[in-house]
């Protein structure tokens, strides 16, 4: 029998149903392959083991041939075999949990393979948006947003912006198609903040009855 980790969420990636007038224009998550790549370093790490069996099978083909290059990078192969399977199911964990939203009127974001977090961003909190896009397709948009609010950088992580610790970016990290995202993205922002403000007005009497 299948089994919903998240069918408690009235609509999936949102903790509550968005209110009248919202409409959600897209959902999505990471890419596992780009963020395995790009949050976890799983390149950089396989690189490492590579060199590391390459000197271990070269130092022991010197002393004992073949077999002696067999028994000295087998432990050392086997360990980054295991060093990259343990690396790539934490990213697909981190996707897997993960949903993006851009709606009418903000984006959010449901994050944490353990924890779960849901963080709102309204278009009007939103200060700048800048897209780094890779050449698979996939990229990054990052979130710079107005007045105090800071952000946890080991809450957010992996879905921040790399390099920026003190002042921490939110970002929808590692989404395929992610020049379309920033396209549709910056004309939900702008029709959402062109919108006219509408606020009811206090009559006079009752004004003047407060005062």
Same mark, same amino acid.
């Given at each position: ?10 609509v999936p990636g949102l903790p509550e149903t968005p209110p009248a007038g919202e409409v959600v224009l897209w959902q %999505?998550?990471?890419?596992? !392959? &780009?963020?395995?790549? @790009? ?20 130092? %022991?083909a010197f002393d004992a041939g073949f077999a002696g290059a067999l028994a000295f990078g087998l432990p050392y192969a ?10 790539? &199911? ?5 996707? !897997?949990?993960?949903?993006?939203? /851009? ?7 449901? /994050? %944490? ?8 961003? #309204?278009?009007?909190? /939103?200060?700048? &948006? @800048? ?5 698979r397709g996939t990229g990054t948009i990052a979130f710079e947003t107005l007045g105090e609010t800071k952000f946890s950088?080991?809450?957010?992580? #992996? ?7 003190? /002042? ?7 989404? #395929?198609?992610?020049? !379309?995202?920033?396209?549709?993205? *910056? ?12 606020? !009811? *007005?206090?009559?006079?009497? *009752?004004?003047?009855? *407060?005062?």
């Amino acid at each position: 029998m299948s089994h919903d980790d998240f069918a408690f969420e009235p609509v999936p990636g949102l903790p509550e149903t968005p209110p009248a007038g919202e409409v959600v224009l897209w959902q %999505g998550r990471p890419q596992t !392959r &780009a963020l395995a790549m @790009e949050a976890f370093r799983i390149h950089w790490i396989s690189g490492y083991f590579v060199l590391i069996v390459a000197w271990r099978a070269t130092v %022991g083909a010197f002393d004992a041939g073949f077999a002696g290059a067999l028994a000295f990078g087998l432990p050392y192969a086997v360990l980054g075999v295991c060093a990259f399977a343990v690396l790539y &199911a934490l990213a697909w964990a981190q996707a !897997r949990a993960t949903v993006y939203t /851009i709606t009418s009127a903000r984006v959010a974001m449901r /994050i %944490g393979a353990a924890l779960q977090v849901t963080i709102n961003l #309204p278009f009007r909190q /939103i200060a700048n &948006a @800048e897209l780094d896009l890779r050449t698979r397709g996939t990229g990054t948009i990052a979130f710079e947003t107005l007045g105090e609010t800071k952000f946890s950088y080991l809450v957010l992580w #992996p879905h921040l912006r790399p390099g920026h610790v003190r /002042i921490t970016k939110p970002a929808l990290r590692c989404i #395929p198609d992610a020049a !379309r995202i920033a396209r549709l993205l *910056a004309e939900a922002a702008d029709a959402r903040i062109s919108a006219p403000v509408v606020s !009811r *007005a206090v009559p006079a009497a *009752a004004a003047l009855a *407060a005062e």
